[in-house]
């Protein structure tokens, strides 16, 4: 174990060195602050015996300083009995003891034994956390295809950076998951982890949410709020669907990776933001760029790392893992003995195109496990959908020629009604088939004129995940 001994008085140094070292421990003495602090830098220390009286800085400064650099840092306090003051003082600061002067050999020597197994136990738990995160990171996420094998090797990559992080996917393929992993496997992976859907919320209530508001700053603001760059502080901040994002938004969100700075609504002094940011699209933000709706500095601030996902028509002998573990879970979840897939059910699972991808993978498996009377999936268990999945028909166009708007508008009203109609009229489930945001298939409906019983889809909400 490597002591650290602090005091200005000489004999004192040399008592505590020959005791400590009597008991196998190694140790380093220093008389003042500044080389305290020196010592330290070089190298790490289980226990620091740390004198409150030295003559170039007070002890309780460098016991600020030593824990600001190791949180974890193991220090006992010697002190007069005269500043025993001082000594309480530097308990509340942090120190794991204190020894008034005079003391006795035994006394110090049990006092850094328990200081020094402070100092193991509090490594092994940081272990153990560290062990649990990466359990909660890539082994959260199925697959064993090549695609994966690559998305897999660039989380591992990347995690440990601060860079910023651009996930790219078709709806339903696990982007968010990808998020989770980067996180838990960072040095931020015990700090929060917090999402935010950017694309469900107007402007100025999604600027609300991000850099908070005081009170006052516009209607409604009846009290001061941190926005979630707060909230995240030391974290993650995962903006899905990035693209929908306001160009005045943008130019925010661009300072705040820029100058890791903001101001909440309404407020008039800056905050810092020590936020790791992680973004996901499923959309072309190179061509949204070139269009002239997504900034192209904050596009290459954001494409740092790019992780692209594959959909599941591209890693199809990723599909039996898939099932098997969704089939698992539900199973649990539901209290029912399913063991499997019979090879029928299987190879409608391979034909099948996916366009809702994972998501809707496990969706049919959750499915089927709530509806299966036996231990196996047979394929009278899949959804319909899978079963006899619709084909778009051949385009006929007439000798004399068709009005395209007309006609691309007739197309597009065909196929959000046969998405309601699969959907059992289910705006959000309708609009996951389509790959939009139920916000936007509201306004595709009241656009044609689509007769809808069913209301606006609210805002989703924001949603906020402490690790």
């Known amino acids: 174990m490597n002591i650290l ?13 020959t005791v400590l070292t009597r008991e196998g421990y190694r140790v380093r003495a220093v008389a003042d602050a500044a080389a305290a ?7 790490t220390f289980d ?5 409150l009286m030295l003559p170039d800085r007070s002890g309780l400064e460098v016991l600020r300083e030593l824990r600001r650099r190791d949180p974890e840092a193991v220090i006992v306090v010697i002190t007069a009995y005269s500043s025993i003051e001082g000594a309480i003082e530097a308990m509340r600061e942090g120190a794991f003891h204190y020894l008034p002067k005079p003391f006795q050999n035994e006394e110090v020597i049990l006092t850094v ?30 697959g064993k295809s090549a695609p994966m094998q690559k998305v897999f090797e660039l989380v591992r990559l990347s995690a440990p950076s601060r860079s910023t992080i651009l996930i ?27 999402t935010i859907n950017s694309g469900s919320m107007p402007p100025d209530l999604l600027e609300s949410n991000l850099f908070g508001h005081v009170k006052g700053s516009f209607t409604g603001a009846i009290a001061n709020k941190k926005g979630l760059f707060e909230v995240a502080d030391g974290g993650t901040l995962f903006f899905d669907e990035i693209g929908i994002v306001s160009l005045e938004t943008q130019a925010k969100l661009l300072r705040v990776i820029q100058e890791r700075e903001f101001m909440r609504v309404g407020a008039t002094e800056v905050q810092k933001a020590d936020v790791r940011i992680v ?49 698992r879970l539900y199973a649990s979840e539901n209290g029912k003995t399913v063991t499997g897939v019979d090879s029928e059910a299987m190879r409608a699972l391979f034909d099948y195109g996916w366009p809702g991808n994972v998501r809707e993978l496990e969706n049919a498996m959750e499915r089927a496990v709530v509806l299966s009377p036996g231990p196996t999936i047979g394929i009278s268990l899949l959804p319909e959908s899978i079963l006899s999945p619709e084909e778009l028909p051949e385009a006929a166009i007439p000798p004399e020629g068709l009005s395209y708007r007309e006609a691309v508008e007739n197309f597009e009203k065909r196929l959000v009604v046969a998405a309601l109609k699969r959907a059992g009229g289910v705006q959000k489930r309708a609009a996951e088939l389509l790959k939009t945001r139920p916000t936007t298939l509201h306004q595709i409906i009241k656009r044609l004129g689509i007769a ?15 690790v």
Do not use: M, W
């Open 5 to 17: 001994v602090v005091d200005d008085e000489e004999v004192l140094r040399d008592v505590l060195s």
């Open 37 to 43: 602090i020196a010592a330290a830098e070089e190298e």
């Open 47 to 51: 226990v620091v015996l740390l004198d």
């Open 113 to 142: 034994r328990q200081g020094g197994e402070r100092k193991r136990l509090t490594e092994e738990n940081r272990a153990l956390r560290e062990e649990v995160a990466r359990r909660r990171g890539l082994d959260r996420i199925v």
């Open 168 to 194: 790219e996917g078709e709806s339903g393929t696990g982007k968010e998951l990808v998020a989770k992993a980067i996180h838990h496997l960072s040095p931020r992976a015990t700090a929060p982890f917090v």
């Open 279 to 327: 973004a996901a699209t499923n959309v072309d933000l190179k061509r949204l760029v070139i269009e002239g709706r997504f900034r192209e500095d904050l596009y290459y601030r954001l494409c740092v790392i790019a992780i692209a996902l594959p959909p599941l028509r591209d890693r199809r002998e990723d599909i039996p893992l898939l099932a098997d573990h969704f089939l």
């Open 452 to 466: 809808s019983r069913e209301p606006a889809p609210a805002p989703e909400p924001v949603a906020a995940e402490k």
